[in-house]
């Protein structure tokens, strides 16, 4: 390894590039069916999903963050769910043949993508983003964080392998082995196109570079249940699952759970049947939160601890089989450090009165931290869906489902875009046609367009203009 001057990162990066620019070209030059290119992205998830739980168990020991299971469950269901999502869509050559009227798509390559990779999630991560590079015949340069490069780079190494056994280019995917921030940062300025998966800092720095980018927002993911939800006890059972998994790491973890007063009691008894420690006494509550947040920033001693761990912190003694923690939090939003985002399998609740209010406390809270994320609503009520679907700002919100979304058409979440609420670009789940070009060729329609003034008072459609807007 060389000292990290500025000549030195600015030439170690350069080469990485170069490398890069040269496999993609050839990708693109040589690999012209949708076939053939899906083989590529194949391959590549694949090799992550068969070594899944070897680089689980070696990014658990290199981070001290999950569980082997979260982690591994991550890896494959990631690679497996991108890969069903992607496999025989058209992202190569002409891709839409005049579904709007004279218009023909041709799709094309954005060049070399840029990954930055979060501490937390070192596998899944590399494996998603290079699989939607792959399927558009771009190059991806993984910068993997500091704290987690051995997972990175181990999984990006696999990678490589199978691109090589099937005679791909393997230099379509490579990683910075020597991870600092001034590395990280070259790469952002030398790419065409960027990707932040990771903190607030790094995605405003891929935002900052100079190159079109794609950043995601914080998590913070509240749940409400309707006044007359039949039954908690399932959705209490998927809920804690999905906020235990890989020891509550994960962004789409659901965070807050807001259920009615009169029921309060009954929510709490389904938390526990579903393996949730309770804490009622309130210094116990006041010392968490002085321990979690000592100041505006998470405390990251507790970032993917155990229950168990975390009750030693705290000064309670927690069983070894418990699944989160859980209390009640009064306040909302800014009146409590307790309504943010917390990296650890900690599962707050809160009551209301009215459905009104369950609405405004989940609003409350993502406008403190998390909009733009995800929520999740529980009721059999369609107007009272439409009426939280349209106040709450985030760009996923699941009707009787975790706040991570299970059994639904939406892109795989692993890269999530928060929109103008999380200052990102978009504000749905990145995927590979967000790393296209398209060309739009246009014929003659075989009839004249005529604009009118009459045209101002008339609300229909034009039949001889399209409605697509995908690509």
Not at 152 to 180: F, Q, Y
Not at 333 to 353: A, F, N, Q, V
Not at 390 to 408: D, S
Not at 422 to 429: H, L, M, P, T, V
């Amino acid at each position: 390894m060389g000292t990290q001057t500025p000549e030195y990162v600015h030439d170690y990066i350069e080469s990485l590039v170069t490398r890069s620019r040269a496999a993609q070209k050839q990708f693109e030059r040589n690999y012209n069916t949708q076939r053939a290119v899906d083989e590529v992205v194949r391959a590549a998830g694949k090799a992550v999903y068969d070594n899944a739980r070897l680089l689980a168990e070696e990014a658990v020991a290199e981070t001290g963050m999950g569980d082997l299971e979260g982690k591994m469950m991550k890896a494959q269901g990631v690679t497996l769910r991108n890969w069903n999502f992607m496999k025989g869509k058209p992202s190569v050559g002409v891709v839409d043949d005049f579904s709007e009227p004279g218009i023909r798509i041709i799709a094309k390559p954005v060049g070399v993508v840029g990954a930055v990779m979060p501490s937390t999630n070192p596998i899944a991560t590399v494996a998603g983003n290079a699989m939607m590079a792959l399927k558009g015949r771009n190059s991806i340069i993984i910068a993997a964080h500091p704290a987690s490069a051995r997972g990175s780079i181990h999984t990006t190494n696999i990678i490589r392998e199978a691109l090589k056994k099937i005679g791909a280019p393997e230099d379509l995917v490579l990683c910075i082995e020597e991870p600092s921030i001034a590395m990280t940062t070259e790469l952002l300025h030398q790419v065409d196109v960027n990707v932040a998966t990771g903190g607030a800092a790094m995605v405003k720095a891929v935002y900052s570079a100079g190159h079109p980018a794609f950043g995601v927002g914080q998590g913070n993911c509240q749940d409400i249940f309707d006044l007359d939800y039949p039954d908690f006890s399932l959705p209490a059972k998927m809920i804690v699952a999905n906020r235990s998994s890989d020891r509550g790491v994960p962004c789409t973890g659901d965070q807050t759970v807001i259920v009615p007063a009169a029921r309060e009691r009954e929510m709490v008894v389904a938390l526990q049947a579903a393996g949730a420690y309770i804490v009622e006494d309130q210094e116990t509550i006041d010392r968490i939160r002085d321990t979690v947040f000592p100041t505006e920033a998470i405390n990251r001693a507790v970032v993917g601890k155990s229950p168990a761990e975390l009750g030693k912190l705290f000064g309670i003694d927690v069983p070894e089989d418990a699944k989160v923690i859980c209390f009640k939090v009064n306040a909302r939003g800014r009146e409590d450090k307790l309504c943010k985002e917390i990296l650890c399998p900690i599962l707050r609740y809160t009551t209301y009165e009215t459905f009104e209010e369950a609405v405004d406390i989940a609003v409350a809270n993502l406008n403190y931290e998390g909009a733009g994320h995800s929520s999740a609503i529980w009721s059999k009520h369609q107007d009272h869906i439409d009426y939280a679907a349209n106040l709450i700002p985030v760009g996923r919100f699941h009707v009787e489902q975790p706040t991570l979304g299970i059994n639904n058409a939406i892109a795989p979440p692993i890269t999530i875009g928060c929109g103008s609420w999380g200052n990102n670009s978009i504000s749905e789940n990145l995927q590979y046609y967000h790393l296209l070009n398209v060309t739009r060729v246009t014929t003659q329609l075989p009839e004249p367009i005529f604009h009118t003034p009459e045209d101002w008072d008339n609300y229909e459609m034009r039949t001889e203009w399209g409605t697509k807007v995908r690509y």
